[in-house]
């Protein structure tokens, strides 16, 4: 079972100074996939949340690149909310 209060927390961190970044994850939370993450994605999610807003974009752009599986697939489901077809 989720942890509400750990997606609550998510949902409150994911609000960004940054613009661009901000308008991304703000789709994000508001996909049916947000609601599909479990504890454990929850948790490096949040752990992503603590990036510079700077990294976190280039990662989301593609221009920076992680080698740890756990956060490129947190990093592909955000791209997928955020494609514009």
Known sequence: MVDEILQRRAKWLSRRGLLE???MLS???A???FE???NEEL???IRILDWQDHDF???LQGI???NDPDIINIIHKIQSC???D
């Open 21 to 23: 970044l901000d308008i």
């Open 27 to 29: 789709k994000f939370v």
């Open 31 to 33: 996909s049916p996939l």
């Open 36 to 38: 599909t993450l479990n």
């Open 43 to 45: 948790s490096v999610y």
């Open 57 to 59: 974009l280039q990662t």
């Open 64 to 66: 920076k690149s992680h």
């Open 82 to 84: 955020s494609r514009i």
